[in-house]
């Protein structure tokens, strides 16, 4: 056994490890934090779609290198500089609302993130699912538009910030307060976020889809507009028809009722519809008091 263990203490004792100093542990501190936050804005942007996309290149620019394809490695490697300019062009807005975001933060507070509200609220419970249902329908009944817009994983601040800052609790009569006719605030969108109404009167980017029917307007484009660019779920209430409208990933589901958008609602809160349903029913059990029912 000591004629295995003692070749192998000379040679860990002979092995030269590299001196770490402080600086050497301040930059590593420097590095990881500025890793995080670049991945943390990826994650919480438009970015993490096209990183895929880009990823899908690299992925077809290895295989062409590796099978010898000259001409499509030479496309690739020619475009490069090009693909970097319209990345830095496309990301304008992200790229200056992080930078306004960097000079506004703690440097305590940044350098250790434990504010973990953000991930606390990001899906909404069952009560704000019976209030944004309930305020839908009466709009609805009543043919009062109204254009809704529910944060899932992408961050909505950049259309926040277009509108009036609210930060209010969700319910049917603010809602239908907010869309009613000649109103401050009634012409634009809603941002909900958690069990927040964060923002009213928000502009949105209009979708420039063709395949959209011509009857519908800009409220209708607007929807499909933010769900196009974002992971939201859009709730649209046609002034004209009356008629209830979901936009998620660019599509339109026209036509829809109470029911159907609270399904809707319930998987995106990441919730299966039997237990919602158990616990609508629990809920219902509830107020009846106890009640024994003929």
Excluded at 117 to 133: G, K
Aim: aromatic share 6%.
């Amino acid at each position: 056994m000591n004629s295995i263990v003692a070749p192998l203490k000379e040679y860990i004792r002979v092995i030269d490890f590299p001196k770490i100093s402080v600086i050497d542990l301040l930059e590593i501190v420097i590095l990881a934090f500025v890793i995080y936050h670049v991945a943390l804005w990826i994650k919480n942007t438009r970015a993490w779609t096209l990183l895929k996309g880009i990823i899908v290149l690299l992925a077809c620019y290895v295989i062409a290198y590796i099978l010898g394809m000259n001409v499509i490695v030479w496309i690739f490697e020619r475009t490069i500089s090009i693909g970097i300019t319209a990345l830095m062009i496309v990301f304008q807005p992200e790229l200056r609302r992080a930078l306004e975001e960097l000079g506004q933060k703690k440097i305590v507070s940044t350098l250790i993130p434990f504010d973990d509200t953000r991930n606390q609220n990001e899906r909404f419970s069952e009560r704000s699912i019976n209030e944004i249902v309930k305020a839908t329908v009466e709009m609805a009944k009543a043919k009062t538009g109204a254009l809704i817009i529910m944060e899932k994983d992408i961050d909505l601040s950049e259309y926040e910030r277009t509108g009036i800052e609210l930060d209010s609790t969700i319910s049917s009569q603010l809602l239908v307060n907010i869309f009613e006719h000649n109103t401050p605030l009634h012409d634009g969108a809603v941002i909900i976020r958690g069990d927040r109404i964060v923002s009213a009167t928000c502009y949105l980017p209009l979708s420039d889809n063709m395949g959209l029917s011509k009857e519908l307007g800009t409220r209708h484009r607007a929807g499909v507009g933010i769900s196009e660019v974002t992971d939201s779920l859009t709730i649209i209430v046609s002034e004209e028809t009356g008629r209830i409208s979901v936009a998620v990933g660019g599509k339109l589901l026209r036509n829809i009722d109470g029911e159907l958008l609270r399904k809707k609602l319930t998987q995106m809160q990441g919730k299966s519809g039997e237990e919602a349903e158990k616990k609508r029913w629990k809920g219902l059990r509830r107020t009846d008091g106890g009640r024994r029912m003929d």
